[in-house]
């Protein structure tokens, strides 16, 4: 962990033989103290004083109360009973949900930074309990009384504990479904003392909102030195959901299992605590992007905007992807020289920017050991004063600095290799191909393109938080819009898929700007199939892109072929206007268009299920998205 990092928070609640919380706030608290633990967790109300007036409103007693004073509420947060939401009978049902309402206001009163809603038995494991209601009307009734505590809370957060566990992600997904997917429902994961499971079983929860980690004891083990361990399986789902930047709470009975020589109960704390401090350190990826993780931003617009200084300050710091570059074009040359053709070549840096692809070209001749005619082409005329200042600086007569469109420009010599960085989140999703299509004639006949190719894959995900930071800005525009975004908490469906590649430069193209279907060539459509490992709602798209700079050199953000440390770009995000639920087994269909007409390039979306037998379930399909780049576009 770097110095930077703050710390793990870690909490205490004692339970009781029967599973309830009877220890006043105090009480814990004072434990809580002496053993290390940041904060605790209490019951609202004592277990015999957890009952409902089904007739009138709740007023508690105060000797019913565990949680009763702001003093208490200052280091607890806490946990609410709902027995008898579920139950068949009206009256004790009516009873139960006054008496839920009635803690979460205590809670509210008492200013409780988080109020944690235990599952109704029913819910929490199976039963053929005739006193309570079918699971589905116990599910709704509980999600109901859930989203009326989310419509009068203020201050307090929301969180329902839900065991880790298939089941408990279906339960999760139906209350959170229920209750309109409200941004303000959290989430407390409770680990469940199982020696094995699927290895995906924790990537499943990566993409919800986990604001709490709660840790039985019983789920421990004791190593040679009678000290508390968790088994490797979950010291491993521990590291993976310590990087969404949760708080985690120990549960464990009043007489700790763990004898005072080693530590008692504080010995957990002290074991969690190791395991983030212990965790691998951030890739250099991670480390650069730090503080962007699952932040949406906006696309650029590089034909209609020209870019800060900073945003190039930005992309300048990627030392791996101009090493890259620069190993391509000196290979290139060498190719050029090795085949007999001369030595002097023409290089053109296409959207030269401050000029780093420009160093890079200077210093790979040296190495390649040739000549070059030096032009670097850029339309930004305040980053023309840069090329200009470094003209006269650094590089002199060995470069040309040529202000223009690339795709008006008309030179005075044919280029061997035309370089250029114009390569986005989704490959072709900032207009390389309309740009270098323009551009393709200032090569010779058998001149090359650096890069020579790229190809745009994507894969549904699931991402709670993303989903709800689209839904903020409470429009169809912005559910209509793709984002740049640095992934932490999404779940993938599967690994990325290829949907669609672009070559340059494209023999015998003739592209007459601004007429009518000029640009028809570049549309493209993809349908792709994706199985379902487990149940999970799709909330969008992921897209990347692999790139062949020359010959054997790539550049790539799709997460099985990354280039090592490329911080350059990060991938774009897809979003829909409505989650879609697919089961295990099952399968969903992507439908993906890359449209154009002569003043814009947009994309069009769709999402279709289909049946483990496979069959398209056409009435869940989404809505096509973003018809006619009618929310979002790409300016030609």
Known sequence: MSNTEKALSIGLEVVDTRGQLEASASQVETVARESGYSFAAVSIVRRDGARGASNGPVVFNPDQLLLATAEDASFAIGVASSRGVDAADDVVRRGAIQLLDAQANWANHLGVAALLVTLPGSLSKKSDDTTVLPFSAAVANFARSISALLSRASYTQILLRIPLSANGWNIWNAVRSLCGHSPKLQLALEFENISTAANDTINQWMAEPVKLVILPTDMFLFNKKNYPVLSKMHQA???????????????????????????????????????????????????????????????????????????????????????????????????????????????????????????????????????????????????????????????????????????????????????????????????????????????????????????AFLTPISSTKLYNDVCSYKDLAHLETPYVVKFKAINSIAEPVPVWTFTHPQPGLEV??????????????????????????????????????????????????????????????????????????????????????????????????????????LGGASEIHNVGGRSSWIGL
């Open 237 to 455: 789902w521990c590291r993976s959901i310590m990087n969404l930047n949760v708080q985690f709470l120990i549960s464990s009975p009043p007489n700790s299992p763990v004898s005072p020589e080693n530590g008692g109960i504080g010995a957990y704390r002290l074991y969690i605590d190791n395991l983030y401090k212990t965790r691998p350190p951030l890739s250099a990826v991670d480390a650069f992007a730090r503080g962007y993780d699952d932040y949406l931003q906006a696309p650029l617009q590089p034909l209609m905007d020209n870019l800060e200084s900073a945003t190039y300050e930005v992309f300048e710091k990627d030392p791996v992807k101009y090493q890259e570059y620069e190993n391509a074009i000196e290979l290139a040359l060498k190719d050029r020289v090795a085949a007999g053709l001369r030595n002097v070549f023409v290089v053109m840096v296409f959207g030269a920017g401050r000029g780093p692809l420009v160093d890079c070209a200077l210093r790979a001749a040296e190495k390649a050991g040739c000549t070059l005619v030096l032009y670097a082409l850029e339309k930004n005329p305040n980053a023309i004063v840069i090329l200009q200042t470094k003209k006269q600086t650094r590089w002199g007569d060995a470069v040309t600095i040529v202000h223009s469109d690339m795709r008006y420009w008309e030179p005075p010599v044919k280029a061997d290799i035309l370089v250029s960085e114009l390569l986005g989140s989704f490959g072709d999703n900032e207009l390389s191909p309309e740009c270098l299509d323009g551009a393709q004639k200032v090569l010779k006949p058998d001149g090359i393109s650096i890069p020579e190719s790229y190809t």
């Open 512 to 617: 007459n700007l601004g007429t009518k279907d000029f640009n028809i060539h570049n549309t493209r459509y993809s349908h792709t199939s994706f199985e379902a490992k487990q149940d999970l709602l799709i909330h969008g798209i992921a897209g990347y892109f692999e790139s062949v700079l020359y010959r054997h050199i790539h550049l790539s953000i799709n997460p099985s072929t990354h280039s090592p440390d490329m911080s350059s770009w990060f991938p774009i995000f897809f979003p829909l206007q409505v989650p879609l639920h697919v089961s295990s087994g099952s399968h969903v269909d992507v439908h993906f268009w890359r449209l154009t007409d002569d003043r814009k390039v947009w994309y069009e979306w769709a999402c279709v299920p289909r049946t483990k037998s496979g069959e398209s379930i």
